[in-house]
């Protein structure tokens, strides 16, 4: 069945580092793919998406890129703030069903 | 617009008594999910509903939780009676589903405390 895989959390990053979280996945359609930021105490927000291969979804300075041939969908920032302080979460969803596969999460520290 | 609202946001109970939390998703939004998170792990999907059809309940566990949505906005998931390990938070999220678009977007959520 379909699956995301996102590295191990914590990150540890200084303020204004360069940030990745990598997600990886498989499934056996043409998913839609997302990044979700859950803050301390907070709901999941979405943070931004991806329907298409090469697609790159933006959003508040982070990226991500909808790569096919290497199934993966990358978390990228290029100066992080002490306010990114969260667990970002990867998922996919076909189409078809509009369910939500989930990565475990990764979270991110940053410190000033 | 509106984003999808939950109540209550806290809960604590004494084990084995009842629990009911609502949802009110984002208006038009077809779809609604009720999911289940514990602590440091991402969320469970218990049930999802196309307006006030439940399509998936697979993961429902269907001798103490129940859910309905009688006219196909708001919902009510229910616990009873709850179990110690029941305690996390219930998240409720809503799309447009087969309208067009399966972008989830979540309530708050409801932290449910048994004791």
């Known amino acids: 069945g379909d699956s995301v895989t996102q590295m191990e959390g914590p990150v540890t990053l200084s303020e204004e580092a360069f940030l990745t979280i990598n997600c990886t996945y498989t499934?056996?359609?043409?998913?839609?793919l997302f990044w979700y930021v859950q803050y301390p105490g907070e709901g999941l927000q979405l943070l931004l998406k991806?329907?298409?291969a090469d697609d790159k979804g933006s959003n508040k300075g982070f990226e991500a890129t909808y790569r096919k041939e290497t199934t993966s969908f990358h978390l990228e920032k290029g100066s992080v703030q002490v306010s990114d302080s969260a667990v970002y979460f990867c998922a996919l969803s076909e189409d078809s069903n509009y369910q939500l596969i989930w990565g475990a999460g990764t979270k991110l520290i940053i410190k000033p | 617009e509106a984003g999808v609202v939950q109540s209550p946001r806290y809960k604590i109970i004494e084990k084995k008594q009842p629990v009911a939390f609502w949802c009110n998703p984002i208006?038009?939004?077809?779809?609604l999910y009720w999911y289940l998170q514990n602590l440091g792990q991402g969320p469970e999907l218990l049930i999802r509903y196309e307006n006030e059809e439940a399509v998936d309940d697979s993961q429902l566990p269907k001798d103490r939780f129940s859910a309905e949505r009688l006219k196909g906005v708001d919902s009510t998931l229910k616990i009873q009676p709850a179990e110690l390990g029941d305690s996390a938070v219930y998240l409720c999220a809503s799309s447009r589903g087969s309208l067009g678009g399966n972008e989830q977007f979540f309530g708050p959520g409801t932290r449910l405390t048994v004791l």
């Open positions: 991806a329907t298409k």
């Open positions: 499934a056996t359609g043409y998913p839609s």
């Open positions: 208006s038009g939004h077809n779809t």
